[in-house]
């Protein structure tokens, strides 16, 4: 048994019987064809949650290095400070009557 590909390939494509482009994203034995909008919304959800990833480990560097916590106290800090961030992205999006 050969060890399945942990890689995703991502191509694009163009069906010529519509003539609509599109994105294929391919893993393993899966694969998923995506509008182009449906593609940038994978993709800026990607980079957000990257950046995500970037801001979690300042905190968890800061609070284990300069506030000496323990790995626990650490865990339940992180987990706070993405529900705030959650919080933040929803209290940052206009309603209707905004605009």
Do not use: C
Request: glycine share 4%; net charge positive; proline share 3%.
């Amino acid at each position: 048994m050969s060890k399945k590909s942990r890689n995703i390939v991502m191509t694009s494509g163009v069906d010529i019987r519509t003539d609509m482009p599109y994105v294929t994203y391919r893993w393993g034995d899966n694969e998923i064809t995506f509008t182009i909008a449906k593609a940038r919304e994978h993709a800026y959800k990607l980079l957000a949650i990257a950046e995500s990833a970037e801001k979690d480990i300042l905190v968890v560097k800061w609070a284990k290095f300069d506030l000496k916590l323990s790995p626990g106290k650490i865990k339940i800090m992180l987990q706070r400070f993405r529900n705030f961030r959650v919080r933040q992205r929803i209290d940052e999006i206009p309603d209707e009557s905004d605009t």
